[in-house]
Each structure stands twice: as structure tokens, then as C-alpha cells.
């Protein structure tokens, strides 16, 4: 079994950046939409941004033009680069890995906060 690892979560001010990073256990870039997902208290869970093996990338309309996915193919890595931070980017992050034929597989996610 595959397993998700995110780090890189934090305390951070209004307009700070934070850069998430999700570890892979193996490589399965290749086969597997990579994505970022957030839950804020009281709130769905919502996609962030999310990088197909092709390497198409999306995001959600609220984080366009600040926040960034990229991968690291060699390290099994995704990174999540999150730039002018803003509060109600507050939430839980979680790494997720989907394949419609074999499974999805979550990370454990990891808080971030924005407050000054």
C-alpha cells in the first residue's frame, strides 16, 4: 500500500508563503492524478490544485495566481507553494492520489494557519 506524507504546514502572516511538500512511498506519478485538498473547521472538504500525469495542472478559483503544484518525479515529492497567504486559506491540508481504476489514497494532512 501506497502511503502519503505531507509536511511543511505551519503558522503563518497574512501575506506569508508557505511551501507544503507530500512524499510518496514509491513512484506512482506516473499512474495517478497527484492533488492538494484543504478542510477548514465547519467547511467540505474542497480541491486546491491537482497535476495530472500528463502533467495538466488546475486549481481552484480562490488560490489561482498564488498558489502553485509541482512535483518532483525523482523524489516522489508534490509540493504545494503557497504564496500571499490569506486567513481563510486556514485549513487542513491533505495530499490525494487518484487513479479511477486501482484506488485514492489520502495523506494525513497538515494544518496550516494564517494569523497575525
Known amino acids: 500500500q501506497v502511503q502519503l506524507v505531507e509536511s511543511g504546514g505551519g503558522l503563518v502572516q497574512p501575506g506569508g508563503s508557505l511551501r507544503l511538500s507530500c512524499a510518496a512511498s514509491?513512484?506512482?506519478?506516473?499512474?495517478?492524478?497527484m492533488g492538494w485538498y484543504r478542510q477548514a473547521p465547519g467547511k467540505q472538504r474542497e480541491l486546491v490544485a491537482a497535476?495530472?500525469?500528463?502533467?495538466?495542472?488546475t486549481y481552484a478559483d480562490s488560490v489561482k495566481g498564488r498558489f502553485t503544484i509541482s512535483r518532483d518525479n525523482a523524489k516522489n515529492t508534490l509540493y504545494l507553494q503557497m504564496n500571499s497567504l490569506k486567513p481563510e486559506d486556514t485549513a487542513v491540508y491533505y495530499c490525494?492520489?487518484?487513479?479511477?481504476?486501482?484506488?485514492?489514497?489520502w495523506g494525513q494532512g497538515t494544518q496550516v494557519t494564517v494569523s497575525s
Open positions: 490525494n492520489a487518484k487513479n479511477p481504476i486501482l484506488n485514492t489514497l
Open positions: 514509491r513512484n506512482i506519478f506516473s499512474i495517478y492524478t
Open positions: 497535476t495530472t500525469a500528463g502533467g495538466t495542472t
